[in-house]
């Protein structure tokens, strides 16, 4: 006994000891993110004399509010169709059942600014829904009957809501699959009805993976511009562009995203706040998916025509409309030669930042499980709060940084080599691999760490005994073990890549157009129709990863019994 | 995959990146903010007539803080920009140089270019109105869209857009700002629906009846009415007319596209070519029939169809004064709470 003591001591002695490397190496990382944020700094120090009263007594407020309530009414849509779905297809048997698993997630692959140009279009006055209500009602002009302006508050939530729920539904269904079902089971047995489990068990167990979700449909809500440009809706992030492009005041429009990134960073404190005094642990052995109940054939019917309603709308309807616009715009002007071009330049953008994107995360997720603590939970934070800021802003920072990088190579090989390098990183690739990698960070180590925290600390414990050193535990234990959380987080984060637009746009090099820098450049001159065939790409591509993501979580819990 | 083959792969990945960025020095670089459409028949005539490749990038936003960010290794040799605004926020961050050159000079009337030769004014575009095509309105004022009678008629795109910054200030610039700020109020009253989208939803939701009149620019109509858009488009511009709206003590609002020659330009000399070549004759009719732009220079004739909508009478304020405005008409628009 007294033996077997001291070996598990030395075993954790020894694995403190080796987690110090992943602490280091998880620093770095954390630092080359937050430098973006850090040139911000420096250029919101230069700063803005007559910004901050002016806003105050003008759009702050305002834009303040319209973000509040556009916050909340994303937060409470997404957070409604990512739990009801979540739960409609693991809690219930009923024929198609399988295809909505896959099916839910579709609408992942349409960008927010896409979704709110073809709602536009489709429900415009003088589009095929009016008309057809028109038609139906004995009207036959707009001007004596039309429906409510599509460019609101509530349109802009319900539309970003239909685009933005499948990042509760992930998580949200993940956690039903293999956390709950033995407690949810013993509900059962206690006599409580299906609908109480939902509510009473169900729920509130999955609350941190829902409320990841909900923080990363937030984020995405935060960052969107195109969507508020189109629909109207003036939030900070729209605010913090105005001073920038119409006032010419970066040093203004840096202040401004600072201040929107402390109350990002606010909210995320607040959510860990509010449940810090909430433990899940599971026995990993024991745990295992609730058993699903069979349902009659009408209620069945019923339950996947509700599944489906989101799908239809988040995805089914625009892709549907895209499709349609590019073949019309196909049979008007020929297939550009471009689109090949931008197809290569689009993947292989998407792929080396999500490898970048993977490795760094895994890292920052990894120091946190070997080196529990504040320091390696903080780091992991630094790491994710890139994606807190606007895309743009992002980009600026990372222009800030590269520079400082360049001048001195290229001041160093002059002196040096006595040849002059140019530029190296800015208007490069990197730039744009760089700002990505900093943009979505917070998918990957947040996916990763939750994918880690499944896996019981025994086995940590277990390899150590076995006198495995902290390398090979997480080559052999916990890399196998968590490739299914690797594979959800690389394939999000590829997917958001695909659809990212203004970093890419600000960073890319000559020459180099991917499908969504294609479709802004249209976009931007209101030749909608032309960009419909880049936009449809967009989607297209994503469709693959967005299925794929889907078979990874069906692959239970891969934690050996 | 192991480490090291994604090690590899990376590697070789970024390096072929790379590659254009830096085989693309000994060519003419043009960073834009004009979208790649607009501009790409007229490089490719230069390069036909000259045999120098032009490279682009299409930079929306940001074209600024790249420059200066790249520095003295900067590649690029001309920066174009849509809106004088956006011209003189060049020259005063210092990204650019002046340029000496008879052909420039001769070819663009003096209040379209700057008085160094730090920019030249390429092209021009006027803020029209677009009227529904039963509405009996030969003649417009600026000043009438704050009129109770249109209330709930007009359409227009977010008061934030430069396109509508530049207009305010040309209302500035004749009326001063409060009597700025009393119209703009005037007109968000107006509005029949929140100021947002595009210019061409102007004619699209005249179409489908939610206003009657909308305050766009002038080449979207040469853009719908031709059919390049496509059919759809074509119905949206006939469902309205153009009329020039003159301001009561001036004329129409114009804003223009331009160039400047980067101050650290590594192709100066064929640079300075590529800009007169956009002045001769051949490249206005290009601006003129592709992009259904006003040429800037004198003579130079509009497209039929741009010219249909009556003689174009330049407002009388300078483009500097316009620009030197913008910053408090931006203001005033968010003191009246127009985009909300």
Redesign the interface.
Known sequence: MDQAMAISTAAVRSARHSGSGWLTVASVIAFVVVLPIGGLLLEAAKGSADLWG??LS??LP?ALVDTIILLAGVGLVTAALGTTTAWLVTAYEFPGRRMLEWALLLPLAVPTYIIAYTY?DIL???GSVQGAIRWLLGYD???QF?LP?T??MIGCILLLGFVLYPYVYIPTRAMFLTQCGNLIDAARTLGISRRAVFWRVALPLARPAVAVGISLALMETLNDIGAA????V?TLTVSV??T?????D?PGAAQLALALLLIVVALVALERWARRKQHYATDARRSRGLTVQRVSRPKGMLLFLAGLMPVLLGFGAPAFYLTAEAW??YQ?AGLSSRIIDEAFNTI??A??AT??TI?FGLVVAYATRVRPGAKSAMLLRVSSMGYAAPG?VI??GV??V??GF??FI?RTATAWFGF?T???F?????AV?YALTVRFLAISAGGIEAGLLRIPGSLDHAASSLGRSQTATFLHVHLPLSKAAISAAALLVFVDCVKEL?AT?????????TFA?HL???A????Y??ASIAALAIVAISILPVILLSRVGRARSSIPR | MNPRTILTSTFLATSLLTIPSLAAAAKINVYTTREPALIAPLLEAFTASTGTKVNTVFLKDGLAERVASEGESSPADILMAVDAGNLVDLVDKGLTQPIDSTVLNAAVPEQLRDAQGNWFGLSMRARVLYVAKDLDLASFNYEDLADPKWKGKVCIRSGQHPYNTALFADYIAHHGAEETETWLAGVKDNLARKAAGGDRDGAKDILGGICDIAIANSYYVGLMRSGKGGEDQAKWSEAIKVVLPTFKDGGTQVNISGAAVAKHSPNKAEAVKLLEYLVSDEAQKIYAEANYEYPVKPGAAADPIIASFGELKIDNKSLLEIVSLRKQASELVDKVGFDN
Do not use: M, Q
């Not at chain 1, 800015?426 to 990197?430: L, Y």
């Not at chain 1, 746009?505 to 157009?513: A, D, F, S």
């Not at chain 1, 931007?524 to 030749?527: D, E, K, L, P, S």
């Open positions: 002016h806003l003008t759009t305002v536009l415009h006055p003088i002009s707009p001007r039309r302006d460019r609101s440009e189109f629909l109207g003036r562009y105005t920038w492009i119409t006032r010419s970066l019309k715009r008007f292989i953008l792929a080396l490898i970048a490795v743009t980009a600026i222009l800030i590269l520079d360049d001048g290229n002059s140019g530029l190296i800015i208007g490069s690739g990197i691999v203004p746009l600000l960073l890319r090099p000559l020459n180099i157009e820098t802004y450049g249209e931007a001159r209101g030749t129709e032309e």
